[in-house]
């Protein structure tokens, strides 16, 4: 931090570099991305300089650079530049209407389908044709609080490091690998070649998720596969999976959203990976 210096504002050219990050275009071509507020910054810290994902740099307003000097102080020891920056400056750089005060620069993250499954992972998620980053945020977030070794953001779902998904994830995005791109169908057959039981969660599939689970059905290396909010899994799609899972309904719902069935079926599987 510079003492006593005027904050930088959104014509600074570092902001100004900075806030062209909001575009996926420029992320894309940059491979880097903005991961807002403190439990982001505190996970892209976490993982030390020249990491993918570490923080390359970091913006915040006066207030809230001194309401987290450890974060201020554990950024400068590990010789990420922290800047001090206007509200004006910060709310470009947010892309939100509640700004948290804090953004850090991040290099991307993602790995390739082949190193994740070279890992033998036990329990994976993928987000298939997912177009809501706060939808995908909270799969992400909640796939991280389950255990799962990844997930995949299939080429038609939204981009993981879009600034509203980056927020949901509350700091999940630097946790599981985080695979980025490629055909779902494709992604199915991988997983499924490298041994993975791929089940489709689907509110009208022919298996029922208590069942299979008692039948031990979730026991092994496991991927869900997770449609769209409104459409759900292509029916093309949903046939490539080992089976089509639904969630049994008690009371008279029509039906769940997606960040509650993923909640559901990720936990499921993860409880039936710990049994003793």
Not at 29 to 56: H, I, M, T, W, Y
Not at 62 to 67: N, S
Request: glycine share 10%; net charge negative; charged share 20%.
């Amino acid at each position: 931090m510079r003492p006593g210096a005027d904050p930088f504002t959104e014509r600074t050219p570092r902001v100004a570099a900075a806030r062209r990050l909001t575009r996926r275009s420029r992320r894309d071509g940059e491979r880097r991305f903005l991961a807002e507020g403190p439990q982001a910054v505190r996970e892209a810290l976490a993982l030390g300089p020249g990491r993918p994902g570490s923080a390359e740099a970091l913006f915040g307003t006066g207030e809230a650079l001194t309401r987290h000097a450890d974060l201020a102080d554990l950024a400068s020891a590990l010789g990420v530049e922290v800047s001090v920056v206007t509200e004006s400056a910060m709310a470009g750089l947010s892309e939100t209407v509640s700004p948290q005060g804090i953004v850090a620069v991040c290099s991307f993250l993602d790995v390739p389908l082949a190193s994740v499954l070279a890992t033998a992972p036990r329990l994976v998620a993928v987000l298939a044709e997912i177009r809501d980053p706060g939808n995908a945020g909270t799969v992400l977030r909640t796939a991280d609080a389950a255990g799962a070794d990844a997930v995949v953001f299939s080429d038609a779902s939204v981009d993981p490091y879009n600034g509203k998904c980056v927020r949901a994830t509350a700091g999940s995005l630097f946790h599981p690998a985080i695979v980025r791109g490629g055909p779902a169908a494709e992604v199915v057959a991988e997983l499924s070649g490298a041994g993975l039981t791929v089940l489709a969660a689907d509110g009208h599939g022919e298996r029922d998720l208590d069942e299979l689970d008692s039948a031990g059905g979730l026991d092994g290396p496991t991927a869900w596969l997770f449609g769209n909010e409104a459409r759900g899994l292509p029916a093309a799609l949903a046939s490539l999976a080992t089976a089509r899972v639904r969630i049994p309904i008690h009371g008279r719902a029509e039906s769940l959203n997606l960040a509650a069935a993923a909640a559901i079926t990720l936990y499921a599987t993860a409880r039936a990976h710990h049994r003793p």
